[in-house]
Structure formats: C-alpha cells, structure tokens
C-alpha cells in the first residue's frame, strides 16, 4: 500500500531531493552508498525498476496515483508518494518534460570493467564526454545498434545526471556500463585491460591515414572496442596513438565531422553486432 503525501507548498522540504538538490549532491562523493538520481516518466521509472533500481520515494500529479502510476506502485512497496495539483509541481524547472512523474533511486554499485565485458563483443568507449545530452544520446542509440556495454574515462559525464537519463529514454539501465580506474583511456593501466578481456581499440578520429568504417579487417575483428572522444577537442593524441585501428566516417559537401552522438550511431550501425 502506498504511503500518499500530499503536497501544497513548492518549498516543502520533502522536494529538496527533486526541485534543490545539485547533482553533484545527488551523486554524494562523500557517501556513495547513500547516491541517488532522479527518474522522469513513467517509461524511464519502469526500466530503471526492471533493472533493479531501488526506489526512494515518488513525486508526481495527484491524478496518476490511479491511473498510469497504479502498476509502478504496485511494485514500490510503502514508500513516500509525494502528490501535488500540476499548478505547484510546474514550478518545478522541466516538469513539463516528465509526463507528471518523477521517482527518486539509490544509485547501484558500479560493476567492474570485467563484469560489464563478460561475453561482450562489442563495446563502446567514451572518452571525456561531457555533454549528458551526448551521453544519453549515444546510450539510446548503444541500446538500439546492438553494442552490448558502454566504458566511460573518469572525466565524462554521469550517465545517471537527470538528462542522460531523460535523453537515453532510459536506456542507461538497459545497457551495462562503468567508469574506467584512470582519465585517459591511453593509459597502460586501461589498455592492458582492454587487451586482456581480447578488445581490438578502434578510434573514431580526423585523420588521413585512418581506414574507412566498412574497412574488411575492421568489421571480420571478432570482439571490437569502439572508442569515441569528447565533442571540442576529439581523442587524445595518445590514445589514438595506442589503439589498434583509427578510423574516420566518410563525409560529403565538405562537412569535415559529425557530433559525437551521431557519429556514435553511424559507427554502432555499421560495427555492431548483428543479432
């Protein structure tokens, strides 16, 4: 049965965690264990349940408690269920773009690189992307052409910031991914690791003695690591120095290159698994 609160008042306390908590406070450096982020929409709530993800409480409008939220709180147990009218929850900046529901979730525990490259054959590496709309971007197109994990450099933005998530479509929870130990992936320490799971690197770059995306040996490698830079200043120079391949998109009418959301699509189409 689910505990119903209603709320009035924008300032009530029990909206810090939705309306005046910084992301960065969400995250809690500090505490990890005690991590949370914001869920938006009902479809994004429900993956991220199916998924494992343990609820905290609900904020949403009060007419949902019966209709599209019924089946979410079935499944929540009696946590809070903060309810309010539409005209106090607009208050709230971006509420327009959540379908009237918001759940606040523990954050998991980060599997190990080894964890989420068990049985993968072809992963995605970002490197120092910052964007969270680039990030929720290339996870939804991750999940839709069939890369089967995500690793992501120290400096890259959270997958788990409210609009990664609210760009993937919730696909963050559908796709297995953690954070690499080091910031650069030209490091030793993170290419040892890649070489020991048996990863080939491939580095989407600008540079003319790059192979063509549908190159014969490129496509034929049998488990293949797809490794994509921040949007300004690309790869760097040391990592593109120490993967196995580097790699350029052919492009027309003189367009020199592609956001890194869109050349992530175009790479996982041509280079991911078939299934």
Known sequence: MSNIIEITDFMAPELDVYARLSEVQL?????????MFIAE?????????????????FLMEKKHVETQAK??????????????????LTKLTGFQLTRGMLCAMYRSKL??????CAGATRIAILENVMNPTNIGAIFRSAAALNMDAVLL?????????????????????????????????????????????GFKTAAFALRDDSVSI????????EKLAIVLGTEGDGLAKETMAACDYTVRIPMSHGV????????????????????
């Open 71 to 88: 089946e979410l709180l079935a499944r929540c147990g009696e946590i809070p269920v903060y309810v309010a009218e539409f005209e106090v």
């Open 214 to 221: 549908d190159d014969p040996k490129l496509m034929q490698e």
């Open 41 to 57: 929409s009902p479809k994004v709530i429900e993956r991220a349940l199916d998924a494992g993800c343990i609820p905290v409480s």
């Open 111 to 116: 599997p190990s690189v080894e964890e989420v």
């Open 256 to 275: 020199d290159s592609l956001n890194v959301a869109a050349a992530s699509a175009v790479a996982f189409w041509q280079l991911g698994n078939r299934k």
């Open 153 to 197: 450099t120290a400096a890259c933005s959270n997958p788990l910031y409210r609009r990664a998530i609210r760009v993937s479509m919730g696909t963050v929870f559908q796709i297995p991914w953690t954070f690499l130990e080091e910031k650069e992936l030209g490091t030793e320490k993170n290419l040892d690791c890649l070489k020991r799971l």
């Open 27 to 35: 995250l809690n450096r500090a505490e990890p264990e005690k991590g």
